[in-house]
C-alpha cells in the first residue's frame, strides 16, 4: 500500500529515542524538543508526499502541528485538500485519507476549493487562526501559496473586528480548563497559559497589532512542547492532561531530577524525577504565556476603541486614587508621584487600585516601581498596611491585580516569604490549585464574608496568610489525614510574624495565629466529634476562648474550602460545621453548655421495627440488641448509601440508630426497597445479611496499612476509637462487625473522607482502661479492614 520510511539508528532524531511506529506503515522519530518535532514532520511529509499523485490543481495543505512542524509523538495530523475544482477530486481524496487511517493515524481532514477555504475562514474564527499555520506539502504549490498569502492578508484586514469572536471563544475554554499555572493536573494544551493560546498570540502578532511573541513567550513555549511531547512518550499515547501520576516520570524524560542533597530521603521518587520542579516550571512558562496574552488583548481592545483624547490632542488622564490615574485604560501613576524619594507604599496602593476598579497596570508602571519603589519599612506604614486590607478585600480584582504584581516581583518586596511558596505543589486530590494561587483565592472568597464578622480586616489576612506554614518542616502541604495540623502549628508563628511586620498590634497579631493555628479545628471537629457531647464542645469553646475568634474562624472555614476546591465542602459538612458553632457560641455567651437534642419522637412510640427515610438520613428503631449499628451500616452499602455520621443509644428498651447518608455514586436508592431491607435486616433475616456481607467483602480496598488511635479524654462517657484507612464500600459495616464481635459497644460514629481515605472515629461506651483489651479490640479492627 505504501512504503516505509526507513531510518537508520544514526539518523533517529532525539538523544538515543526509538522510532515510534504507527502500525508498522510510517516510521516517525520519537523523542523530546525542537528538532525531534521537525523530524517527525519531515517523516510525515516524505509519507504524504508519496501519496498524492502529480495533478495540476491539487494541493495538500498541512495545518496545526504539522503545518507549524510542531508534531507531537503520538498527535494527530489536520490537512486540507485543496483542489482548483478539479473533476474526481472525492476519489482522490478517498485514496488519500484511507492509507492514513489505516496506519493508525488519527486525522482531521478537509476537502475545499480556494474560495470555500477563504469563505470559511471569514465567517469562523478558528478557522482563520487555522489558515495562519498552513504550509504546503505536496501538489501544486502555487495554489497553495495562493491559499496561505490571501489567508494571511485577510487576517491582517480583518483581525481586529474578528478578535472579540476569538477572546469570547478563548474564555469560555478558559473557564472550563481553569488557569494551567495553578493547577495540580492542568490541560497543557487547552488550560489558560497553555499551547493553545501561545497560537492566539501567533495570531495577534501575525495581526501587527503587538510584539506578542517576545523571546520569554518563545522560550515558555518551547518547554511547554517539550512537556508535552514527554508527555506522550511517557504514556504512550495522546494525552495532554499533565496528571500527578504522570509527573514523576515526566520531569525524568526532561532532565528534572532532585538535588543530590534531597535525593537520599526521596527513594524512587528522585529516581523517576523531580514531579515538583516540573510542576513549577510549567507555572512559569504558562504566567508567562497569559502575561502576554493578557498585554496581546488590552494592545487590541485599545486599537479597536481608538484613544480617548482631550482638547488638547492627548489622551485623557483620570484620577482614580492617590497618586494613581487611568491613562487610555490603564492605571499609571501620576506624574507628582515620581519624586526623587518614591513613597515604599506606591505599588501596594496602585495594585489596591487596580484591584478595585478592575483595570490593568501598565507594564511601564510596573517596571518603574519594581526599579525604583523603596521597601517598605518594618513595620509598615499604615498607608501600606491599609492598601494591603484593599486589595485583598476587593473581591473579583485581586486575583489579576496580584498576578500582575507577582509578574514584576513586587509581591517578593512586600512578603518575603511569597518565593518559597510560589507555584507550590498541593499533593492532593482535593486541592485544585498550587499553594500560592490558594492563598489568594483563599482572601478572595473570604471577602464573600467580612459582613459577618467584626474584624473583615484581621479575617483577610488570616486567610490570605492560613497555609503559611505548608512546605516547611513538618508543615508537609499535603493535608492528609496524618499532616492537618502539623502545617497549622508550623505556620502560626510564622503568620503572626507577617502580621507584625505589616504594623498590626500585637493582640491582632496573635489573633492572626490563633486563626492560623486553629483554621481546622472546626471542619475537623465537626466531622470527626460527637457534636451532641458536652466535653466535645467545651473543649473547642475552650480553644476559641471568644466569639469574635469563634466567627471569624467559621468564615475562614467557608472561604478555606471554597478555594481548595468542590470535594471539600458539601451541604452536610456546612451543616455540621454551623451546628458546632451554634453549640459552641451558646456555652461563649451563657456558660452553660447546650443539651444534647432529643430522640425523634417518631423512633420511642408505636410498633417495632421503625425505618424513617428523607434525603440525607435513615433512622431505624428496633427492639434493643447488640450489633443493630453493625446491621444497618451493612444494609445501608448493600444500596451504595455512604454513612457520614452515626448515632446509636438506647431508649425505654429501644435500640436507636439515626445515621446521615450520601449516595456513593450520585444516584439515591429506592427508596421501598431500602425500607424493605432494612425492617427485614433489623429483624434478623439471614438472606439479607449474607446480601451484605458478600457485598461487603467484595469491596475491601488496597493502600497503605490501615491505623487506630485512641482518645482516652475526648468524650464524656465514651473512648474515642480513631481509624485511618483507605477508602470502600462496606468499610463501616466490616469494622462495626468487628467491634461487635470483640464485644465493644458504639455510641456514636463519625465518618470523614478525605479523598481515598477515611478517618472514621467511634465512641465506645465504658472507660476501656485495660491496655491489653485496647490491643485485642484494634487488632479486630484492623483485621476488619
Not at 241 to 266: K, T
Not at 359 to 373: D, F, G, Q
Request: aromatic share 4%; net charge neutral; glycine share 10%.
Amino acid at each position: 500500500m505504501t512504503s516505509l520510511i526507513k531510518r537508520n539508528a544514526s539518523d533517529d532524531i532525539g538523544d538515543g529515542d526509538a522510532n515510534l511506529l504507527v502500525n508498522g506503515v510510517v516510521g516517525v522519530p520519537g523523542g523530546i524538543g525542537e528538532p525531534a518535532r521537525v523530524g517527525r514532520a519531515g517523516a510525515f511529509d516524505s509519507w504524504l508526499s508519496g501519496l498524492l499523485p502529480e495533478r495540476a490543481g491539487i494541493a495538500l495543505i498541512a495545518v496545526g502541528g504539522l503545518g507549524r512542524r510542531q508534531c507531537a509523538p503520538y498527535g494527530d495530523l489536520d490537512l486540507v485538500l485543496l483542489h482548483a475544482g478539479v473533476a474526481g477530486v472525492d476519489e482522490l481524496a478517498a485514496s488519500l485519507w484511507y492509507p492514513i487511517w489505516d496506519a493508525g493515524v488519527r486525522l482531521d481532514h478537509s476537502v475545499r476549493t480556494l474560495a470555500e477555504a477563504l469563505s470559511v475562514a471569514q465567517d469562523d474564527v478558528k478557522v482563520a487562526l487555522a489558515l495562519l499555520d498552513a504550509r504546503f506539502v505536496a501538489g501544486d504549490r502555487t495554489l497553495a501559496d495562493t491559499l496561505t498569502r490571501t489567508a494571511t492578508d485577510h487576517w491582517r484586514r480583518t483581525a481586529v473586528r474578528q478578535l472579540p469572536a476569538l477572546r469570547e471563544i478563548t474564555e469560555v475554554r478558559w473557564r472550563t480548563h481553569g488557569e494551567l499555572a495553578f493547577l495540580l493536573e492542568g490541560d497543557l494544551k487547552e488550560a489558560a497559559g497553555g499551547l493553545r493560546d501561545v497560537g492566539i498570540l501567533r495570531a495577534i502578532a501575525t495581526a501587527g497589532i503587538t510584539d506578542a511573541l517576545r523571546p520569554a513567550v518563545r522560550a515558555a513555549h518551547r518547554r511547554l512542547l517539550d512537556t508535552r511531547d514527554a508527555l506522550h512518550q511517557q504514556v504512550g499515547r495522546r494525552v495532554d492532561r499533565l496528571v500527578a501520576q504522570e509527573r514523576a516520570g515526566v520531569a525524568a524524560l526532561l532532565g528534572l531530577r532532585q538535588p543530590a542533597s534531597d535525593a537520599a530521603d526521596a527513594g524512587p521518587r528522585a529516581e523517576a524525577g523531580d514531579g515538583d520542579a516540573l510542576l513549577r516550571r510549567v507555572a512559569g512558562d504558562a504566567r508567562t504565556v497569559s502575561h502576554a496574552l493578557d498585554d496581546a488583548w488590552r494592545a487590541a481592545d485599545r486599537l479597536r476603541s481608538g484613544r480617548r483624547r482631550g482638547a488638547d490632542g492627548r489622551p485623557l488622564r483620570r484620577p482614580v486614587a492617590r497618586d494613581v490615574v487611568e491613562h487610555d485604560g490603564e492605571l499609571v501613576l501620576a506624574r507628582t508621584a515620581i519624586g526623587a524619594r518614591p513613597d515604599p507604599s506606591l505599588s501596594l496602593r496602585i495594585a489596591a487600585a487596580a484591584a478595585t476598579t478592575r483595570l490593568p497596570i501598565a507594564r511601564a508602571t510596573c517596571e518603574w516601581l519594581a526599579a525604583y519603589c523603596p521597601p517598605l519599612p518594618a513595620p509598615w506604614p499604615p498607608a501600606a498596611r491599609a492598601a494591603l486590607i484593599t486589595l485583598l478585600g476587593a473581591g473579583p480584582g485581586l486575583v489579576p491585580a496580584w498576578e500582575t504584581c507577582d509578574r514584576y516581583g513586587l509581591i517578593d518586596g512586600w512578603l518575603p516569604e511569597w518565593t518559597r511558596l510560589r507555584s507550590l505543589p498541593q499533593h492532593n486530590p482535593v486541592h485544585r490549585f498550587t499553594l500560592d494561587r490558594h492563598l489568594v483565592q483563599t482572601a478572595h472568597e473570604a471577602s464573600r464574608h467580612t459582613r459577618e464578622v467584626d474584624r473583615p480586616d484581621l479575617l483577610l489576612v488570616g486567610a490570605f496568610l492560613h497555609d503559611i506554614g505548608k512546605g516547611l518542616p513538618g508543615g508537609g502541604v499535603d493535608g492528609d489525614a496524618g499532616a492537618p495540623a502539623d502545617h497549622s502549628i508550623v505556620g502560626a508563628p510564622i503568620a503572626e510574624a507577617v502580621a507584625t511586620r505589616i504594623g498590626l498590634p500585637a493582640d491582632e497579631a496573635a489573633l492572626i495565629g490563633t486563626l492560623v493555628r486553629l483554621h481546622l479545628l472546626l471542619p475537623d471537629v465537626a466531622t470527626r466529634r460527637d457534636l451532641a457531647d458536652p466535653k466535645t464542645i467545651a473543649g473547642v469553646a475552650e480553644r476559641v476562648g471568644d466569639t469574635t475568634t469563634l466567627d471569624l474562624l467559621h468564615a475562614l472555614v467557608r472561604a478555606d474550602a471554597a478555594a481548595t476546591g468542590p470535594a471539600a465542602w458539601s451541604d452536610w459538612k456546612g451543616r455540621l460545621v454551623a451546628e458546632l458553632v451554634s453549640r459552641v457560641r451558646t456555652a461563649l455567651d451563657t456558660g452553660a453548655l447546650p443539651a444534647p437534642p432529643a430522640p425523634d419522637p417518631a423512633l420511642v412510640a408505636g410498633p417495632l421495627p421503625v425505618v424513617h427515610l428523607t434525603e440525607d438520613v435513615v433512622a431505624v428503631a428496633a427492639a434493643d440488641r447488640r450489633g443493630l449499628l453493625a446491621t444497618v451500616a451493612g444494609c445501608l452499602a448493600l444500596h451504595r448509601l455512604e454513612v457520614i455520621a452515626a448515632d446509636a443509644s438506647t431508649v425505654d428498651g429501644r435500640a436507636l440508630v439515626e445515621c446521615r447518608v450520601q449516595p456513593r455514586y450520585g444516584l439515591a436508592p429506592d427508596p421501598i426497597a431500602l425500607s424493605t431491607d432494612l425492617r427485614r435486616a433489623v429483624n434478623g433475616d439471614v438472606s439479607v445479611t449474607q446480601r451484605l456481607r458478600g457485598r461487603a467483602l467484595a469491596a475491601r480496598a488496597e493502600g497503605a496499612a490501615p491505623r487506630v488511635v485512641w482518645h482516652r479524654e475526648a468524650a464524656t462517657d465514651a473512648v474515642l476509637l480513631e481509624l485511618r484507612a483507605a477508602d470502600a464500600a462496606g468499610l463501616l459495616y466490616r469494622v462495626t462487625c468487628a467491634l461487635d464481635e470483640a464485644g465493644a459497644q458504639v455510641r456514636a460514629a463519625r465518618i470523614s473522607t478525605l479523598g481515598g481515605d477515611v478517618v472514621d472515629a467511634f465512641y465506645l461506651v465504658g472507660g476501656w482502661p485495660d491496655d491489653a483489651e485496647r490491643a485485642r479490640l484494634e487488632a479486630a479492627v484492623l483485621a476488619a479492614v
